[in-house]
């Protein structure tokens, strides 16, 4: 992490430590995992008192404000609300912009699926304080994460259905809906990977695709969209020709059936340029 970072960091954690609505903190995110570098963000989990919890967002961005630097914007997360509200700063300090993320938890709300993935696999190098033990309680729950899983028969019908779509928008050039349906390819091929290789039990997908085999991530990395048609159509050839493979890998090897006929059909028409 940045050492300016850094500095922002710890002169907050000074300031929320005398707070009284703040039972508990603790590290989340890349710093939790030994990813974090100098380009790396902060995320910091702050356990809230139940009954101050309406008002806490604006009792913590105080703090931000009191430490002198420049907050140029605040960015609430959509799923805010009485359990967990997630606001992400940009702080501007001597000339450089920062990205400041603070995650509020209702200690009334624990049980709440997204505040849950917020203490998952939390151990107590990843604690900044604990007032009043609760933090400690969450860690000897030992939640631990999930790998990734998705309905391998749905993935592929998903796949195939907009793959035949393509070819009607390369005929048409049409830029907009070939954006967004090489988008949605590239979505369900990562699924598709990710429930057949992943690794780690934390984070979203993004996260998780760091960790599959070097060779799969290559798969994913030619499903864009440019001016150039031709290009699209030989990236494409490229994507679909690897999602079959990759497909009919992991389907063997979870014990499901993979649809090998509309495959072969939707690879065939999409090699007629006509």
Not at 65 to 89: D, S
Request: charged share 25%; with cysteine; hydrophobic share 35%.
């Amino acid at each position: 992490m940045n050492i300016i970072l850094e500095k922002i960091k710890g002169e907050f954690i000074e300031q929320i430590r005398k707070s009284e609505i703040v039972l508990g903190a603790w590290n989340f995110g890349s710093e939790t995992h030994g990813l974090s570098d100098e380009y790396s963000d902060v995320d910091i989990v702050l356990l809230i008192e139940g009954k101050s919890f309406t008002h806490s967002p604006e009792k913590i961005e105080e703090y931000l404000k009191n430490m002198g630097n420049e907050i140029l914007l605040c960015y609430p997360e959509g799923f805010n609300g009485e359990a967990i509200v997630n606001n992400g700063y940009l702080i501007s300090c001597d000339n450089n912009i920062f990205q400041f993320d603070v995650f509020l938890i209702n200690s009334e709300k624990l049980s709440n699926y997204i505040c849950r993935l917020h203490y998952t696999g939390l151990t107590e190098q990843d604690v900044i304080f604990d007032k009043t033990g609760m933090v400690t309680e969450l860690i000897s729950g030992n939640l631990k994460g999930d790998f990734w899983n998705d309905d391998l028969i749905q993935l592929q019908n998903t796949y195939w259905y907009h793959a035949y779509m393509v070819r009607k928008y390369l005929i048409r050039k049409d830029y907009f809906k070939l954006y967004n349906v090489l988008h949605t390819l590239y979505e369900t091929h990562a699924s598709m990977l990710l429930t057949g290789f992943d690794k780690i039990t934390w984070g979203g997908n993004a996260n998780k695709l760091h960790f599959i085999p070097e060779d799969k991530q290559q798969h994913l990395k030619r499903y864009y969209c440019s001016e150039d048609f031709d290009a699209i159509r030989e990236n494409l050839m490229y994507c679909t020709k690897t999602f079959h493979e990759d497909a009919k890998e992991i389907c063997m090897l979870k014990g499901v059936r993979y649809s090998t006929t509309a495959a072969i059909n939707i690879l065939n028409l999409l090699k007629d340029k006509s």
